[in-house]
């Protein structure tokens, strides 16, 4: 059972309000963030108004223009996640239209917040991110017009400079409907209609360079224009579920590329077209063949062709996908559908395989993951000098599932690790390797036979002779 210091709920009650207040008070001084939260918590349970105490902050943090290094931006993410989820606990629930107001200025902020802060670390996209999946998940209970949110949502993918109105006409979907969605739609097709207009005397001015020459204002803007109304017209076609709408806005040359005619093929095969959803693969076959990763390609055409009845062939596309790259969802996929005993020869055949496999460290992954341990301890031992010690975060859990069953084989990986750190001088890892050496020394204890390999004496011994002056590592 828990201990009663152990830092629980139960724990923490037993305390009592007050005593748990006068930690807070202590614990928030000079935490600004953690004040204003508290005082959001303590106008919920009073009644007072929640949103307009948020809306303040938004417009102070709106209204701020000093610059925020890499420093100083946690404290800004705290910050604006306070609001997030104060909107979320306590606007939400009863005032859905506030909610999403606040929600929606959030993001309309977001431009300003990103021109004056370092946002290196991706923290504050993360929130932004958030309140948009927020926002979406409260768009139809806010009881927004339908028109002017269609209007609203179309300004705001026009001005989505800095991706923060992303995927926001799915996200809203739900509440524009047909109506809000078809208006919407009419508005992206006059935006197409209207190019930028001409510099007097010529193109504008240059503001950039290409292998083709100089790139001029008019040109840029009239490709931006083009690729906003693009993506808008294609999101809106397959939130209205027009499938022949989706796969129209893309060329016959963007369909020879294995991604869009998975796409293009997966909302055909929702919608019982699965033949159709084949002809779109099958016109980007050779854009697949030409190499590259196209992960959506593979599965959807399994997908269709199980919907077409062709379980053979799709057994078979199965099969070969993990012969590329040692997919174990594929396989698993694979045997699944294999009668009794069947699957068990063609999991031998297939570990056969994977021992075998070109790439060592992809094979010896595979293995370990499968799990196959005797497979793996045989492929470290026929292949011990294809060991890279600089693949920890492979090898060390490999020793790690070895060293019960298979010693020698989790002492090679060991000192494969170890090698790697002391002859590229990996200080950093000195300490690591230390650890490794005195699993090595456990393990001999275990283990009665080296093979073609030096014992742990000896080992230790080329050690000192090679690295004897690396004290760091000696005396880690």
């Known amino acids: 059972m828990p201990s009663e210091t152990t830092l629980n709920v139960k724990n923490l009650a037993a305390l009592g309000a007050e005593r748990l207040a006068e930690l807070l008070l202590a614990m928030t001084a000079g935490d600004a963030a953690a004040k204003r939260r508290l005082r959001l918590e303590l106008a919920s349970r009073s009644g007072g108004d929640v949103a307009s105490e948020i809306r303040k902050r938004l417009v102070f943090i709106a209204k701020s223009r000093s610059f925020v290094d890499w420093r100083k ?55 932004i991110a958030s309140v948009r999946d927020d926002l979406g998940a409260i768009a139809a209970e806010a009881g927004q017009p339908v028109g002017a949110l269609a209007d609203r949502v179309f300004q705001a993918v026009c001005a989505n400079d800095y991706g923060q109105f992303d995927e926001l006409i799915s996200l809203t979907a739900p509440a524009l409907g047909p109506d809000g969605l078809n208006r919407l739609k009419v508005q992206f097709e006059e935006l197409g209609t209207t190019a930028p207009l001409s510099a007097a005397g010529g193109k504008g001015r240059v503001v950039g360079l290409s292998t083709r020459g100089p790139i001029y204002q008019e040109d840029y803007e009239r490709g931006h224009n083009a690729r906003l109304v693009r993506s808008a017209l294609t999101e809106i076609a397959d939130a209205l579920g027009d499938v022949d709408g989706f796969a129209g806005r893309y060329s016959d040359e963007e369909r020879a590329n294995p991604a869009i005619a998975a796409a293009i093929a997966e909302r055909m095969l929702a919608a019982d077209r699965a033949n159709e959803a084949l002809a779109a693969l099958d016109g980007a076959a050779d854009g697949n063949l030409l190499g590259g990763h196209w992960p959506d390609w593979q599965r959807v055409r399994i997908e269709v062709l199980d919907a077409l009845g062709r379980s053979g062939d799709a057994q078979d596309e199965r099969w070969q996908a993990f012969e590329r790259g040692l997919d174990a969802g594929y396989l698993r996929a694979h045997l699944k559908r294999l009668p009794d005993f069947d699957d068990i020869e063609a999991e031998e055949r297939a570990l ?38 600089d693949h920890y975060w492979l090898l060390t859990p490999a020793a790690d599932a070895l060293e019960q069953r298979h010693p020698l084989a989790a002492t090679l990986v060991l000192r494969a690790m170890i090698d790697r750190s002391l002859d590229a001088a990996k200080y950093k890892r000195y300490g690591h390797a230390a650890r490794h050496l005195q699993t090595c020394e456990h393990l001999a204890r275990r283990i009665d036979n080296f093979a073609v390999h030096p014992n742990h004496v000896e080992y230790v011994a080329d050690l000192r002779r090679r690295h004897g002056r690396k004290s760091g590592f000696w005396n880690a």
């Open 73 to 127: 931006v946690k404290e800004l993410a705290r910050d604006l996640e306070a609001q997030r989820a104060a909107i979320a606990a306590h606007v939400a629930a009863t005032s859905p239209g506030q909610a999403f107001d606040l929600l929606w200025r959030m993001l309309e902020m977001a431009p300003s917040i990103y021109e004056r802060c370092d946002d290196s670390n991706g923290s504050i996209g993360s929130i």
């Open 352 to 389: 056969s395989f994977a021992s075998c496999f070109a790439s060592f460290h992809q094979a010896l992954a595979f293995l370990i993951d499968w799990p196959a341990l005797d497979r793996a301890a045989g492929l470290i031992m026929a292949r011990t000098g294809e060991l890279d010690g």
